[in-house]
């Protein structure tokens, strides 16, 4: 679903991300660990388009980000750390919007923010503006939005901050049902005891190197992912 070949890219002197590679199949949740700078955001938004990388390739169900960006966007959902949403609008003109985009149908988006808006209880504020929101509101709208189109494969960036335990164990869900209908989700999180319960894969960057990779058990063994993260990253 989505291959990282070699990804390199650089700020000046600096490598942000220094010669990556990860492959990640169809109904694999993939989480991505490191420290803060280690280079995964920079990865993230490389997938999704936002950056332009310097060396690599990235090739998402076997098409190219470098040379067909649109038919990449159209099969992937992306959320960023820190939502950035058009505070004007209310929520529903939003998702609406969102799904204009992406050209879903009136019944499909019907059903699905319908769907989606009573589980994280926010049916009675999306005729609200999203300017009214708290970050955790603002957080659940974004992740109902990634969803309205059926992507192949969802990114996100820290997707578990902001949001109250019920809206956390709802998201959980929802990714495993994307994984499960042959989808793939690849995300970044600080959230090691969500990782090591909920990824299939993990993969730990330290300073924008890819430094271990695998399964759970392949990466971590008989150890906690928390003394293992710790010990590489003191190495």
């Known amino acids: 679903m989505l291959k990282i070949e070699h990804l390199t890219k650089i700020y000046g ?4 991300v220094d010669d990556l590679s990860l492959h990640i199949a169809p109904g694999e949740i993939y989480g991505f660990i490191g420290h803060n700078g280690a280079g995964k955001t920079t990865t993230l938004k490389s997938v999704v388009g936002i950056l332009q990388f310097d ?23 992306y959320i960023p750390d820190n939502p950035d949403i ?30 989606y808006a009573e589980l994280f209880e926010l049916t009675a504020d999306l005729a609200q503006p999203i300017s009214t929101y708290s970050h955790g509101m603002k957080q659940k709208l974004a992740i109902i939005s990634a969803w309205i189109h059926n992507p ?12 109250d335990p019920k809206a956390a164990h709802i998201l959980k869900g929802m990714m495993r049902e994307v994984c ?12 090691l005891e969500v990782a090591e319960k909920l990824c299939d894969k993990i993969a730990i960057i330290k300073e924008g190197k890819l430094i271990r990779s695998g399964t759970m058990e392949e990466v971590k063994g008989d150890d906690s992912l928390e003394e293992v993260f710790l010990e590489l990253e003191e190495e």
């Open 180 to 191: 499960d209908n042959g989808g793939a989700i690849f995300f970044s999180t600080h959230v």
């Open 55 to 77: 060396e690599g390739e990235i090739f998402i169900d076997g098409t190219s980000v470098k040379s067909d960006p649109i038919k990449c966007k159209k099969e992937i959902a």
């Open 86 to 115: 058009y505070e004007f609008m209310t929520g529903i003109k939003y998702l609406n919007f969102v799904a204009d985009i992406f050209g879903v149908s009136s019944s499909d988006r019907q059903e699905k923010i319908r769907k």
């Open 152 to 163: 192949k494969l969802i990114i996100m960036d820290e997707p578990f901050v902001g949001l």
């Open 13 to 16: 002197d600096y490598k942000a």
